[in-house]
Nanobody
Framework: EVQLVESGGGLVQPGGSLRLSCAVS????????MTWVRQAPGKDTEWVST???????IYAESVKGRFTISRDNAKNTLYLQMKNLKPDDTAVYCC???????WGQGTQVTVSS
């Protein structure tokens, strides 16, 4: 059974930082492209960032320069380091394996003073 389990969300003040993790099991993590997406209340799902199996990364313009995606293939874990958080970053963040379409349950990030 493939499982994607996110953690690390929470409440943070504007300008703060959080690090999200996504632990993957039951899947060939090291050979797969991995993605973070987010969904804010009342809004469509938004792609945030992707890391390729070889390590290349791409980011949405809205997070470029503030978020860093990374992977640890030895630990089957995907990360999203988020800095200088803004209220507009408030959303449920999910990790996603695009090819076969696997999703995690999501972790809530709330940016508020």
């Amino acid at each position: 059974e493939v499982q994607l389990v996110e953690s690390g969300g929470g409440l943070v003040q504007p300008g703060g930082s959080l690090r999200l993790s996504c632990a993957v099991s039951g899947f060939s993590f090291g050979t797969s492209e991995m993605t973070w997406v987010r969904q804010a209340p009342g809004k469509d799902t938004e792609w945030v960032s992707t890391v390729m199996s070889g390590g290349a990364t791409i980011y949405a313009e809205s997070v470029k320069g503030r978020f860093t995606i990374s992977r640890d293939n030895a630990k089957n874990t995907l990360y999203l380091q988020m800095k200088n958080l803004k209220p507009d970053d408030t959303a449920v963040y999910c990790c996603h394996i695009p090819g076969p379409g696997y999703w995690g349950q999501g972790t809530q990030v709330t940016v508020s003073s």
